[in-house]
């Protein structure tokens, strides 16, 4: 089994983002989520991704929000010395950029891959407009 990837969040957002990974990418069996319910307290929370990571021997986890509760636990279970990959402010390009470099071999770059797909396509449409017009 390869690296795996554990998405957390508050409520269904990162299920609904394997969901709607899934639609461009196909089923993916190394994804999997942890939600924090409403009803959900932290420890909550913590024995939930615990129970996911247990069989997991390499894994990325991406959380939906840097200083909320998904990435407080993991961060806190960081700090009490477990070895934890952990990156805050998740979003489909990188969820995509994981898939192909397992299925590519190249290395991880979740961070420029977030950050890069990020445009205010208005100006872009505009600036395309502007070069046309030269």
Same mark, same amino acid.
């Given at each position: 089994?390869?690296?795996?990837?554990?998405?957390?969040?508050?409520?269904?957002?990162?299920?609904?983002?394997?969901?709607?990974?899934?639609?461009?990418?196909?089923?993916?069996?190394?994804?999997?989520?942890?939600?924090?319910?409403?009803?959900?307290?932290?420890?909550?929370?913590?024995?939930?991704?615990?129970?996911?990571?247990?069989?997991?021997?390499?894994?990325?986890? %991406?959380?939906?929000?840097?200083?909320?509760?998904? *990435?407080? =636990?993991?961060? +806190?279970? &960081?700090?009490?010395?477990?070895?934890?990959?952990?990156?805050?402010?998740?979003?489909?390009?990188?969820?995509?950029?994981?898939?192909?470099?397992?299925?590519?071999?190249?290395?991880?770059? %979740?961070?420029?891959?977030?950050?890069?797909?990020? *445009?205010? =396509?208005?100006? +872009?449409? &505009?600036?395309?407009?502007?070069?046309?017009?030269?």
């Amino acid at each position: 089994m390869g690296k795996q990837l554990v998405l957390v969040s508050h409520g269904l957002f990162c299920e609904e983002l394997k969901k709607s990974t899934e639609m461009i990418m196909g089923p993916q069996e190394s994804i999997h989520t942890v939600s924090l319910l409403p009803a959900e307290s932290a420890e909550d929370f913590r024995a939930k991704f615990e129970a996911v990571i247990a069989d997991l021997d390499d894994f990325v986890v %991406l959380a939906d929000l840097m200083g909320g509760t998904p *990435c407080n =636990v993991v961060s +806190r279970m &960081i700090l009490e010395g477990q070895s934890i990959e952990l990156y805050a402010g998740m979003n489909m390009p990188m969820v995509i950029d994981f898939i192909n470099s397992e299925l590519i071999g190249t290395e991880l770059a %979740l961070v420029e891959s977030a950050t890069s797909n990020i *445009c205010h =396509v208005n100006e +872009r449409i &505009i600036g395309d407009d502007d070069d046309e017009d030269e």
